[in-house]
């Protein structure tokens, strides 16, 4: 069992930067692959950021490539997501989740723990 508690969202201009963190419960953090995914009112939730359980072989989405660099500390049982150079479509409430396999991570429905999610707004 994972527990997943997000944190770090908040309202910034446009062109500002966060850095959300997601804290996890559990001796088995290190096993999971982490992710990102973002859900904007009325669509569905999306893609964002990706991560082994190495922390290696970060992968993103097309629209956060360049400005978003996840990481992950498996001393700390927590996964990071820097944004920068933040837009307006980039608010969202935005959820870190856990799943078993790096292959599988670009897809929600194959997780199998999230967090609540933390709430980012881009004012322009």
């Known amino acids: 069992q994972v527990q997943l508690v997000e944190s770090g969202g908040g309202l910034v201009q446009a062109g500002g930067s966060l850095r959300l963190s997601c804290a996890a419960s559990g001796r088995t953090f290190s096993r999971y692959t982490m992710g990102w995914f973002r859900q904007a009112p009325g669509k569905e939730r999306e893609f964002v950021a990706t991560i082994d359980q190495n922390g290696r072989s970060p992968y993103y989405a097309d629209s956060v490539k360049g400005r978003f660099t996840i990481s992950r500390d498996n001393a700390k049982n927590t996964v990071y997501l820097q944004m920068n150079t933040l837009k307006p479509e980039d608010t969202a409430t935005y959820y870190c989740?856990?799943?078993?396999?790096?292959?599988?991570?670009?897809?929600?429905?194959?997780?199998?723990?999230w967090g609540q999610g933390t709430q980012v707004t881009v004012s322009s």
């Open positions: 989740g856990a799943a078993l396999y790096y292959s599988d991570s670009l897809i929600s429905t194959n997780y199998d723990y």
